[in-house]
């Protein structure tokens, strides 16, 4: 089992919709998550980090953490053409916090 | 805040010249960078974790030889890719990690090796 999964995609959702992104994590011992944005030519840019269960709010974009199930979503509201883009999930390495391991992305694409 | 600058964001060099990338925190100090490759619709790929003060520490199949990472203050490391060849050619991205373990990106340098 991979260590972060996601979905590839792509996640198509209408201008207006939810796009739900979702992520599981192998390491039960895991404190901290993370969500990044990567257009197509650009770097990955952080949009979320999430360190308890549950919800987390930011704008249009909600976290959401489960760890007894070992997954994390972004929820993205009234998503936008702008939001289409690779949606990067992250994790640390067990044993070294420094280090993050990435999903492949799920790939969302917004459409008019 | 956390801003991660790097430079050159382009360039192309010839087959068996060496280019040096720099990667600077601009607001924060950065104990530990990191220097990714990414290809074109490929997942990022950590090559090396940059530690100021000490020697970098390489991911399995990384040439430490050819890949030299300079750490050599809490706001800048340098990646030198040494004789590249067209094989290099990718996009290249740091990172920072701040206090908090939170790891913030550069824009990236893209290498094209002719």
């Known amino acids: 089992q991979k260590e972060v999964e996601q979905n590839s995609g792509p996640l198509s959702v209408p201008e207006g919709a939810i796009a739900s992104l979702n992520c599981t994590y192998s390491?039960?011992?895991?404190?901290?998550f993370f969500w990044y944005r990567q257009y197509s030519g650009k770097s990955p840019e952080l949009i979320m980090s999430?360190?308890?269960?549950g919800d987390k709010e930011d704008g249009r974009f909600t976290a959401q953490l489960n760890k007894a199930s070992q997954y994390v979503s972004l929820l993205i509201r009234d998503s936008q053409p702008s939001d289409s883009a690779t949606y990067l999930c992250?994790?640390?390495?067990?044993?070294?916090?420094?280090?993050?391991?990435f999903g492949t992305g799920t790939r969302l694409q917004v459409f008019p | 805040g956390a801003v991660v600058s790097q430079h050159p964001s382009r360039v192309i060099c010839k087959s068996g010249t060496s280019v040096k990338i720099e990667c600077r925190s601009l607001?924060?100090?950065?104990?530990?960078m990191f220097w990714y490759r990414q290809f074109p619709k490929q997942s990022l790929m950590l090559m090396a974790t940059s530690n100021e003060g000490s020697k970098a520490t390489y991911e399995q199949g990384v040439e430490k030889d050819k890949f030299l990472i300079n750490h050599a203050s809490l706001t800048l490391s340098t990646l030198t890719v040494t004789s590249a060849h067209p094989e290099d050619s990718s996009f290249y991205i740091c990172s920072a990690n701040t206090h908090q373990e939170t790891q913030y990106f550069g824009p990236g340098t893209r290498l094209l090796v002719l």
């Open positions: 607001d924060f100090q950065a104990t530990t």
């Open positions: 992250a994790v640390p390495l067990p044993g070294n916090t420094d280090k993050l391991i």
């Open positions: 999430i360190y308890s269960n």
């Open positions: 390491d039960r011992g895991s404190q901290s």
